[in-house]
Protein backbone atom coordinates (compact mmCIF):
# COMPACT_ATOMS: atom_id res chain seq x y z
CA UNK A 1 0.00 0.00 0.00
CA UNK A 2 1.17 3.42 -1.15
CA UNK A 3 1.87 6.12 1.77
CA UNK A 4 2.43 9.84 1.71
CA UNK A 5 3.61 11.79 4.20
CA UNK A 6 4.18 15.21 4.69
CA UNK A 7 6.35 17.66 6.93
CA UNK A 8 7.51 20.97 7.36
CA UNK A 9 4.23 23.03 7.59
CA UNK A 10 3.80 25.94 10.08
CA UNK A 11 3.42 29.33 10.54
CA UNK A 12 5.98 32.05 8.71
CA UNK A 13 5.83 35.41 8.03
CA UNK A 14 5.55 37.35 4.55
CA UNK A 15 8.82 36.92 2.58
CA UNK A 16 9.79 33.94 4.87
CA UNK A 17 10.57 30.31 3.37
CA UNK A 18 9.75 26.87 4.03
CA UNK A 19 10.53 23.46 3.02
CA UNK A 20 8.14 20.47 2.74
CA UNK A 21 8.97 17.21 2.17
CA UNK A 22 7.06 13.96 1.26
CA UNK A 23 7.94 10.59 2.38
CA UNK A 24 7.33 7.72 -0.06
CA UNK A 25 6.39 4.04 0.96
CA UNK A 26 4.83 1.03 -0.37
CA UNK A 27 6.30 1.29 -3.93
CA UNK A 28 9.29 2.75 -5.61
CA UNK A 29 9.54 6.52 -5.73
CA UNK A 30 10.79 6.20 -9.18
CA UNK A 31 7.07 4.97 -10.18
CA UNK A 32 5.41 7.77 -9.94
CA UNK A 33 5.00 11.53 -11.24
CA UNK A 34 4.85 13.50 -8.16
CA UNK A 35 3.28 16.33 -7.50
CA UNK A 36 2.29 18.99 -4.69
CA UNK A 37 -1.34 20.71 -4.22
CA UNK A 38 -2.94 23.01 -2.06
CA UNK A 39 -6.30 23.50 -0.80
CA UNK A 40 -7.04 26.93 1.18
CA UNK A 41 -10.17 27.71 3.63
CA UNK A 42 -13.54 27.77 1.59
CA UNK A 43 -11.91 27.06 -1.72
CA UNK A 44 -10.81 23.88 -3.96
CA UNK A 45 -7.65 22.03 -4.15
CA UNK A 46 -5.48 23.64 -6.46
CA UNK A 47 -2.40 22.19 -9.05
CA UNK A 48 0.83 23.68 -6.85
CA UNK A 49 3.79 21.93 -8.60
CA UNK A 50 4.40 18.43 -10.28
CA UNK A 51 8.19 16.98 -11.34
CA UNK A 52 8.64 13.58 -13.69
CA UNK A 53 10.05 10.34 -12.86
CA UNK A 54 13.21 11.15 -13.80
CA UNK A 55 13.33 14.61 -11.90
CA UNK A 56 14.05 16.43 -15.22
CA UNK A 57 11.14 17.77 -16.16
CA UNK A 58 8.98 20.24 -13.78
CA UNK A 59 5.95 22.46 -14.19
CA UNK A 60 4.68 24.84 -11.58
CA UNK A 61 1.25 26.71 -11.31
CA UNK A 62 1.70 30.76 -12.45
CA UNK A 63 0.75 31.90 -8.68
CA UNK A 64 4.06 30.16 -7.44
CA UNK A 65 6.45 30.74 -10.68
CA UNK A 66 9.76 31.43 -9.48
CA UNK A 67 9.33 31.54 -5.90
CA UNK A 68 8.56 27.89 -5.34
CA UNK A 69 11.14 24.69 -6.61
CA UNK A 70 9.92 20.97 -6.88
CA UNK A 71 12.62 18.23 -6.08
CA UNK A 72 13.41 14.71 -5.78
CA UNK A 73 15.64 12.06 -5.02
CA UNK A 74 16.81 8.93 -5.82
CA UNK A 75 15.26 6.91 -3.03
CA UNK A 76 11.50 8.14 -1.40
CA UNK A 77 12.05 11.73 -0.87
CA UNK A 78 9.68 14.86 -2.56
CA UNK A 79 10.65 18.36 -1.72
CA UNK A 80 8.61 22.01 -2.00
CA UNK A 81 11.27 24.61 -1.44
CA UNK A 82 8.84 27.66 -1.08
CA UNK A 83 10.60 31.44 -1.06
CA UNK A 84 9.25 34.87 -0.79
CA UNK A 85 6.12 33.21 1.00
CA UNK A 86 2.75 35.53 0.31
CA UNK A 87 -0.42 35.37 3.07
CA UNK A 88 -2.02 33.98 -0.04
CA UNK A 89 -0.11 30.67 -0.41
CA UNK A 90 -1.50 30.07 3.28
CA UNK A 91 -3.30 26.52 3.18
CA UNK A 92 -2.89 22.81 3.71
CA UNK A 93 -0.32 21.18 1.62
CA UNK A 94 -0.56 17.84 -0.23
CA UNK A 95 1.70 15.64 -1.87
CA UNK A 96 0.31 13.53 -4.70
CA UNK A 97 1.82 10.71 -6.88
CA UNK A 98 0.90 9.36 -9.99
CA UNK A 99 0.29 8.46 -12.45
CA UNK A 100 2.64 6.01 -14.04
CA UNK A 101 4.03 7.20 -16.91
CA UNK A 102 7.17 8.27 -19.13
CA UNK A 103 10.30 8.38 -17.56
CA UNK A 104 10.45 12.14 -18.35
CA UNK A 105 6.70 12.83 -18.75
CA UNK A 106 4.90 15.17 -17.19
CA UNK A 107 1.06 14.79 -17.81
CA UNK A 108 -0.82 17.58 -19.52
CA UNK A 109 -2.12 19.26 -16.26
CA UNK A 110 -6.41 18.83 -17.65
CA UNK A 111 -5.15 15.38 -17.84
CA UNK A 112 -3.24 15.41 -14.25
CA UNK A 113 -4.76 12.91 -11.54
CA UNK A 114 -2.89 11.20 -9.27
CA UNK A 115 -3.58 7.94 -7.96
CA UNK A 116 -2.07 8.91 -4.15
CA UNK A 117 -2.49 11.27 -1.61
CA UNK A 118 -1.15 12.32 1.45
CA UNK A 119 -2.87 13.92 4.25
CA UNK A 120 -1.73 17.48 4.12
CA UNK A 121 0.71 19.94 6.21
CA UNK A 122 -1.06 23.03 7.24
CA UNK A 123 1.18 26.09 5.93
CA UNK A 124 0.28 30.23 7.40
CA UNK A 125 1.74 33.02 6.41
CA UNK A 126 1.30 36.31 8.16
CA UNK A 127 1.23 39.26 7.09
Known amino acids: QVQLVESGGGLVQSGGSLRLSCAVSGRALSDFVMGWFRQAPGKEREFVATVSRSGRNVRYAVPVKGRFSISRDARTMVYLEMNNLKPEDTAVYYC?????????????????????WGHGTQVTVSS
Open 96 to 116: AAGPFTGWDRLPPLSEYDPDY
